[in-house]
């Protein structure tokens, strides 16, 4: 049987404190009692506590600093503020900075009840969420990537059964797809994983000095050889050399390279000493290699000698589902390296897996980074983003609301009346369809049951006819 919840309960007022503390202690939870924010403060520092019952208005304090400070560093746990009857103002501002809910008093115990149970669950997913990313990833992770998607699970397991073996291993993706981090993968797999693992990206080092960047060359060998230096493919030597952008290399190297693939020697600049190296080869590209050498601009022989075994990465549009489980991941590392928290709504991951993401992960990691510096309270929206990402959003919205709704301008046109009536109507069809049940038409329309009774009541919505 699991323990009893533990509730922080601030309030100055005595006996109000000690009646609900006693309503409390029935329905089978602990109660710490605070009379003060310096009390409270103390308490939160020295106990266990599960959920916090906050009073707005203490004598040191008010509720609303304290809810301040603690959103950040008690992120799991959920703030029930209290506010006196028509203090609505105050409660939107608590909801706005983190609180689960509010109440207004006088507080009804049912009610009182209801919201403790309803936060109490949602903490319960919170822990259930958790649990379930850390067991995805166990069994869907490999050295740091992790995925829920059919086809990087095939790739996954194609890199655990190539890894052990010394053959030369060709990737082909689009950038930013994580062709480096699989060629690492299959390195740290290996039976050279305690090697050197050599990455070249052939399309950043100009031709004319790839190529001893790649074999080395002796003192003397061209202007401006003052001394011997060896090359990338001796420094790989035991380990993996990773040629990334391999199609971007000229013809002529590419004969040069076709030797070295065959069987691992080379010639240095300037020297007629052959020499050979123990390494394993893996090269990638985002072009299509096969027609690079239908069009004669990559040698076909060295094509084959490259792809070997051949491993595709799909892009990030083709596996969308893993777009939740990666933003979640860049939080929790820039969560540690900011000592920060943060968060993002459900309703904002699932917008975000319908935009295109061009430039795969690489695009999304750097749209998260982005985010997280622009964000003020540590809850990301969609503002937060680049512009081309809110832009898409935006224009496909206008574009959604000029096809379906016309509103008509007429002389007796008043906006809050207006959203006043789309406003009664989502809560009605709400009710409607979840056939009067308030907990459950709040959780639909996205706001808590407290906002949806001051609605109701606000309004007079007649919930017999519901």
Same mark, same amino acid.
């Given at each position: ?15 109000? *404190? ?63 503020? !209290? ?43 919170? /822990? ?53 981090? !699989? ?7 290996? #039976? ?23 074999f080395g060359y002796e003192k003397g060998a061209f202007t401006g050889a003052d001394s011997s230096k060896k090359g990338l493919c001796l420094t790989a030597d035991k380990g993996t050399l990773f040629l990334d952008e391999i199609g971007e290399i000229s013809i002529d ?6 030797? /070295? =693939? ?17 390494? *394993? ?38 596996? =969308? ?8 991941? /860049? ?8 000592? #920060? ?20 992960? #690489? ?6 980074? *982005? ?32 096809? =379906? ?7 007796? /046109? ?25 907990? #459950? ?26």
């Amino acid at each position: 049987m699991s323990s009893p919840k533990t509730i922080l309960f601030v309030e100055d007022n005595e006996k109000f *404190r000690r009646l609900t503390t006693v309503t409390l202690e029935k329905s089978g939870y602990q109660v710490i009692e605070a009379a003060s924010g310096e009390e409270a403060a103390h308490k939160m520092n020295h106990e266990e506590v599960d959920i916090i019952l906050l009073d707005i208005l203490l004598p040191d304090t008010t509720g609303l600093k304290l809810l301040e400070g603690w959103r950040s560093q008690y992120y799991n746990i959920p703030i029930i503020v !209290c506010t006196a009857y028509g203090d609505i103002e105050d409660a939107v501002k608590a909801m706005k900075m983190g609180a689960y809910d509010y109440l207004t008093k006088p507080i009804k115990a049912e009610e009182l009840k209801v919201v403790i149970e309803r936060a109490i669950e949602w903490q319960n997913l919170q /822990f259930e969420n958790k649990e379930l990313k850390a067991a995805v990833k166990n069994k869907f992770q490999l050295h740091g990537m992790v995925t829920r998607s059919k086809s990087m699970i095939e790739v996954f397991d194609l890199i655990e059964r190539v890894a052990p073996q010394d053959v030369t291993v060709l990737m082909e993706g689009e950038s930013g797809t994580g062709k480096s981090r !699989c060629a690492r993968a299959i390195h740290q797999e290996s #039976r050279r994983k305690e090697g050197p693992f050599v990455k070249v990206n052939c399309a950043a080092i100009p031709s004319n000095l790839l190529e001893s960047e790649l074999f080395g060359y002796e003192k003397g060998a061209f202007t401006g050889a003052d001394s011997s230096k060896k090359g990338l493919c001796l420094t790989a030597d035991k380990g993996t050399l990773f040629l990334d952008e391999i199609g971007e290399i000229s013809i002529d190297l590419q004969a040069k390279l076709l030797q /070295f =693939t065959q069987d691992k020697t080379f010639t240095p600049l300037g020297s007629s000493k052959e020499v050979s190296s123990d390494v *394993r080869l893996i090269a990638a590209t985002n072009r299509n290699l096969w027609e690079m050498v239908q069009a004669g601009e990559f040698r076909e022989d060295l094509y084959y000698r490259l792809n070997i075994i051949g491993v595709k990465l799909p892009p990030l549009k083709e596996r =969308t589902e893993d777009i939740p489980g990666l933003i979640n991941r /860049f939080l929790s590392e820039y969560e540690e390296e900011y000592q #920060r928290s943060y968060s993002i709504s459900n309703q904002l991951i699932q917008k975000l897996c319908k935009y295109p993401w061009p430039g795969n992960i #690489r695009e999304l990691q750097n749209a998260i980074a *982005r985010a997280v510096v622009l964000t003020t309270d540590g809850e990301l929206s969609l503002q937060d983003f680049p512009q081309e990402i809110v832009h898409y959003f935006e224009d496909g919205v206008q574009e959604e609301q000029e096809e =379906t709704t016309t509103i008509q301008m007429d002389d007796d /046109f008043s906006l809050p009346n207006h959203i006043e009536q789309v406003e009664i109507k989502a809560i009605e069809e709400a009710l409607k369809s979840e056939e009067g049940n308030q907990a #459950r038409a709040a959780e639909k329309l996205g706001i808590s049951r407290q906002s949806l009774l001051y609605k109701l009541k606000k309004y007079a919505i007649d919930l017999e006819r519901e």
